[in-house]
Protein backbone atom coordinates (compact mmCIF):
# COMPACT_ATOMS: atom_id res chain seq x y z
CA UNK A 1 0.00 0.00 0.00
CA UNK A 2 1.26 3.60 -1.11
CA UNK A 3 2.17 6.19 1.48
CA UNK A 4 0.17 8.79 -0.64
CA UNK A 5 -3.23 8.03 -0.99
CA UNK A 6 -5.19 9.60 -3.67
CA UNK A 7 -9.16 8.70 -5.05
CA UNK A 8 -8.67 6.83 -8.09
CA UNK A 9 -11.34 9.79 -10.03
CA UNK A 10 -12.66 13.28 -9.93
CA UNK A 11 -14.87 14.79 -12.42
CA UNK A 12 -15.83 18.17 -13.31
CA UNK A 13 -17.37 20.15 -15.83
CA UNK A 14 -15.97 22.39 -18.04
CA UNK A 15 -15.43 25.38 -16.09
CA UNK A 16 -15.50 24.53 -13.04
CA UNK A 17 -13.02 24.14 -9.97
CA UNK A 18 -11.61 20.74 -8.48
CA UNK A 19 -9.62 18.91 -6.06
CA UNK A 20 -7.62 16.15 -5.97
CA UNK A 21 -6.28 14.84 -2.31
CA UNK A 22 -3.07 13.52 -1.84
CA UNK A 23 -3.05 12.07 1.97
CA UNK A 24 0.35 11.36 3.56
CA UNK A 25 -0.02 7.75 5.54
CA UNK A 26 3.24 7.13 6.71
CA UNK A 27 4.37 8.24 9.61
CA UNK A 28 7.39 10.62 8.07
CA UNK A 29 5.02 13.43 8.34
CA UNK A 30 8.04 15.41 7.07
CA UNK A 31 6.90 14.00 3.87
CA UNK A 32 3.83 16.10 3.65
CA UNK A 33 6.17 19.37 2.73
CA UNK A 34 7.27 17.55 -0.39
CA UNK A 35 4.67 16.95 -1.99
CA UNK A 36 4.91 17.58 -6.27
CA UNK A 37 2.19 16.82 -8.44
CA UNK A 38 2.34 15.44 -12.49
CA UNK A 39 0.03 14.96 -14.95
CA UNK A 40 -0.11 12.29 -17.43
CA UNK A 41 -2.06 12.43 -20.63
CA UNK A 42 -2.30 8.76 -22.16
CA UNK A 43 0.73 8.24 -23.92
CA UNK A 44 2.68 10.86 -22.66
CA UNK A 45 5.27 11.36 -19.96
CA UNK A 46 4.38 12.69 -16.94
CA UNK A 47 4.20 16.73 -16.63
CA UNK A 48 5.25 18.05 -13.39
CA UNK A 49 2.39 21.09 -12.44
CA UNK A 50 3.51 21.70 -9.01
CA UNK A 51 6.33 21.37 -6.58
CA UNK A 52 6.69 21.74 -2.92
CA UNK A 53 3.57 21.48 -2.17
CA UNK A 54 1.96 24.86 -3.64
CA UNK A 55 4.84 26.33 -6.06
CA UNK A 56 4.51 26.00 -10.01
CA UNK A 57 6.69 25.15 -12.72
CA UNK A 58 7.33 28.53 -15.17
CA UNK A 59 4.96 27.29 -17.76
CA UNK A 60 2.43 26.05 -15.93
CA UNK A 61 -1.45 27.54 -15.79
CA UNK A 62 -2.20 29.10 -12.85
CA UNK A 63 -5.15 27.86 -12.95
CA UNK A 64 -3.55 25.12 -11.54
CA UNK A 65 -2.87 25.52 -7.51
CA UNK A 66 -1.34 23.05 -4.36
CA UNK A 67 -1.88 23.31 -0.93
CA UNK A 68 -1.71 21.42 2.52
CA UNK A 69 -3.73 20.82 5.28
CA UNK A 70 -2.08 19.03 8.03
CA UNK A 71 -1.02 15.59 6.50
CA UNK A 72 -2.96 15.89 3.37
CA UNK A 73 -1.99 18.09 -0.05
CA UNK A 74 -4.29 18.83 -3.05
CA UNK A 75 -4.17 20.13 -6.26
CA UNK A 76 -7.02 21.69 -7.49
CA UNK A 77 -7.28 22.90 -11.17
CA UNK A 78 -9.70 25.70 -11.48
CA UNK A 79 -11.67 26.71 -14.92
CA UNK A 80 -11.92 23.40 -15.96
CA UNK A 81 -11.18 22.52 -19.56
CA UNK A 82 -11.46 19.54 -21.41
CA UNK A 83 -7.49 19.18 -22.12
CA UNK A 84 -6.99 18.65 -18.43
CA UNK A 85 -8.46 15.26 -18.83
CA UNK A 86 -5.92 13.32 -18.06
CA UNK A 87 -4.49 11.49 -14.76
CA UNK A 88 -2.93 13.25 -12.22
CA UNK A 89 -0.18 11.83 -10.03
CA UNK A 90 1.17 13.07 -6.41
CA UNK A 91 4.42 12.10 -4.93
CA UNK A 92 6.78 12.70 -2.09
CA UNK A 93 10.00 12.04 -0.37
CA UNK A 94 9.01 9.74 2.34
CA UNK A 95 11.29 7.73 4.32
CA UNK A 96 14.32 8.08 2.51
CA UNK A 97 12.64 7.24 -0.99
CA UNK A 98 10.62 8.75 -4.02
CA UNK A 99 7.09 7.77 -3.60
CA UNK A 100 4.40 7.98 -6.08
CA UNK A 101 0.48 7.89 -5.38
CA UNK A 102 -1.71 5.10 -7.43
CA UNK A 103 -3.30 8.01 -9.67
CA UNK A 104 -6.38 9.94 -9.90
CA UNK A 105 -8.24 9.52 -13.09
CA UNK A 106 -9.95 13.25 -14.26
CA UNK A 107 -13.02 13.46 -16.23
CA UNK A 108 -13.87 16.41 -17.88
CA UNK A 109 -17.95 15.79 -18.95
CA UNK B 1 14.73 23.63 -24.73
CA UNK B 2 15.21 20.70 -22.78
CA UNK B 3 15.03 17.37 -24.36
CA UNK B 4 15.76 13.71 -22.95
CA UNK B 5 15.25 10.90 -24.88
CA UNK B 6 15.84 7.18 -24.33
CA UNK B 7 17.06 3.97 -25.91
CA UNK B 8 17.49 0.50 -25.40
CA UNK B 9 14.14 -0.50 -24.51
CA UNK B 10 12.73 -4.13 -26.48
CA UNK B 11 11.83 -7.92 -25.73
CA UNK B 12 14.18 -9.83 -23.06
CA UNK B 13 14.26 -13.52 -21.53
CA UNK B 14 13.70 -13.76 -18.40
CA UNK B 15 17.55 -13.49 -16.48
CA UNK B 16 18.70 -11.26 -19.65
CA UNK B 17 20.42 -7.82 -19.47
CA UNK B 18 19.49 -4.95 -21.10
CA UNK B 19 21.30 -1.67 -21.20
CA UNK B 20 18.91 1.59 -21.64
CA UNK B 21 20.19 5.02 -22.63
CA UNK B 22 19.21 8.81 -22.33
CA UNK B 23 20.78 11.35 -24.42
CA UNK B 24 20.07 14.56 -22.80
CA UNK B 25 20.48 18.19 -23.96
CA UNK B 26 19.33 21.69 -23.44
CA UNK B 27 20.43 22.62 -19.92
CA UNK B 28 23.71 22.20 -17.77
CA UNK B 29 23.58 18.24 -17.91
CA UNK B 30 26.18 18.64 -14.96
CA UNK B 31 24.81 20.51 -12.66
CA UNK B 32 21.68 18.15 -11.91
CA UNK B 33 20.78 14.79 -11.09
CA UNK B 34 19.25 11.95 -12.88
CA UNK B 35 17.06 9.43 -12.10
CA UNK B 36 14.67 6.07 -13.61
CA UNK B 37 10.81 5.37 -13.25
CA UNK B 38 9.13 2.89 -14.69
CA UNK B 39 5.13 2.92 -15.17
CA UNK B 40 3.15 -0.38 -15.59
CA UNK B 41 -0.65 -0.59 -15.25
CA UNK B 42 -0.37 -2.50 -11.74
CA UNK B 43 1.80 -1.03 -10.24
CA UNK B 44 1.70 2.65 -11.59
CA UNK B 45 5.17 4.75 -11.00
CA UNK B 46 8.41 4.25 -9.41
CA UNK B 47 11.31 5.23 -8.55
CA UNK B 48 13.97 3.33 -10.11
CA UNK B 49 16.97 4.69 -9.29
CA UNK B 50 18.96 8.19 -9.45
CA UNK B 51 22.80 9.60 -9.79
CA UNK B 52 24.08 12.19 -8.40
CA UNK B 53 24.97 15.40 -10.73
CA UNK B 54 28.76 14.31 -10.42
CA UNK B 55 27.86 10.16 -11.31
CA UNK B 56 29.79 9.69 -7.90
CA UNK B 57 26.91 8.62 -5.84
CA UNK B 58 24.26 6.32 -6.71
CA UNK B 59 20.48 5.53 -5.40
CA UNK B 60 18.39 1.96 -5.66
CA UNK B 61 15.07 0.80 -4.90
CA UNK B 62 15.11 -2.02 -2.67
CA UNK B 63 13.11 -3.81 -6.00
CA UNK B 64 16.22 -3.64 -8.06
CA UNK B 65 19.34 -2.99 -5.70
CA UNK B 66 21.97 -5.65 -6.81
CA UNK B 67 20.80 -6.33 -10.68
CA UNK B 68 20.54 -2.30 -11.88
CA UNK B 69 23.66 -0.40 -12.37
CA UNK B 70 22.64 3.38 -12.99
CA UNK B 71 25.91 5.71 -14.43
CA UNK B 72 26.23 9.04 -16.47
CA UNK B 73 28.73 10.06 -18.51
CA UNK B 74 28.89 13.76 -18.94
CA UNK B 75 30.88 14.65 -21.29
CA UNK B 76 28.17 12.67 -23.48
CA UNK B 77 25.24 14.19 -21.45
CA UNK B 78 23.96 10.53 -20.99
CA UNK B 79 23.02 8.76 -18.25
CA UNK B 80 22.51 4.80 -18.08
CA UNK B 81 20.72 1.77 -16.83
CA UNK B 82 22.50 -1.40 -16.61
CA UNK B 83 19.78 -4.13 -15.89
CA UNK B 84 20.80 -7.57 -14.99
CA UNK B 85 18.60 -11.09 -13.75
CA UNK B 86 15.58 -9.22 -15.65
CA UNK B 87 12.45 -10.52 -14.35
CA UNK B 88 8.86 -10.52 -15.61
CA UNK B 89 7.78 -7.86 -12.64
CA UNK B 90 10.92 -5.46 -14.50
CA UNK B 91 8.37 -5.54 -17.52
CA UNK B 92 7.58 -1.57 -17.63
CA UNK B 93 7.67 1.40 -19.46
CA UNK B 94 11.13 3.16 -18.50
CA UNK B 95 11.37 6.85 -17.93
CA UNK B 96 14.61 9.16 -17.66
CA UNK B 97 14.09 12.69 -15.95
CA UNK B 98 15.77 15.37 -14.70
CA UNK B 99 16.00 16.33 -11.16
CA UNK B 100 15.06 19.96 -10.97
CA UNK B 101 16.97 21.37 -8.23
CA UNK B 102 20.93 21.76 -9.19
CA UNK B 103 23.45 19.30 -7.13
CA UNK B 104 20.28 17.70 -5.31
CA UNK B 105 19.52 14.35 -4.28
CA UNK B 106 17.38 12.85 -7.06
CA UNK B 107 14.65 12.14 -5.31
CA UNK B 108 12.23 14.96 -6.71
CA UNK B 109 10.79 16.80 -7.84
CA UNK B 110 11.73 15.91 -11.71
CA UNK B 111 10.61 18.96 -14.33
CA UNK B 112 11.47 17.29 -17.41
CA UNK B 113 11.01 13.51 -18.33
CA UNK B 114 12.32 11.26 -21.40
CA UNK B 115 8.79 9.81 -23.72
CA UNK B 116 10.07 6.51 -22.10
CA UNK B 117 11.52 3.19 -23.14
CA UNK B 118 9.19 -0.16 -23.11
CA UNK B 119 10.72 -2.97 -21.68
CA UNK B 120 9.33 -6.26 -21.68
CA UNK B 121 10.62 -9.29 -19.86
CA UNK B 122 9.08 -12.45 -21.41
CA UNK B 123 10.21 -16.06 -22.39
Known amino acids: QSALTQPASVSGSPGQSITISCAVT?????????VSWYQQHPGKAPKLMIF???DRPSGVSDRFSGSRSGNTASLTISGLQAEDEADYYC?????????FGAGTKLTVL | EVQLVESGGGLVQPGGSLRLSCAAS????????MIWVRQTPGRGLEWVSG????????YYADSVKGRFTISRDNSQNTVHLQMNSLRAEDTAIYYCAKELWQHHVPYGPFDYWGQGALITVSS
Open chain 2, 26 to 33: GFTFTSHA
Open chain 1, 52 to 54: DVT
Open chain 2, 51 to 58: VSAAGDIT
Open chain 1, 26 to 34: SSDVAGSSY
Open chain 1, 91 to 99: SSYISGTTV
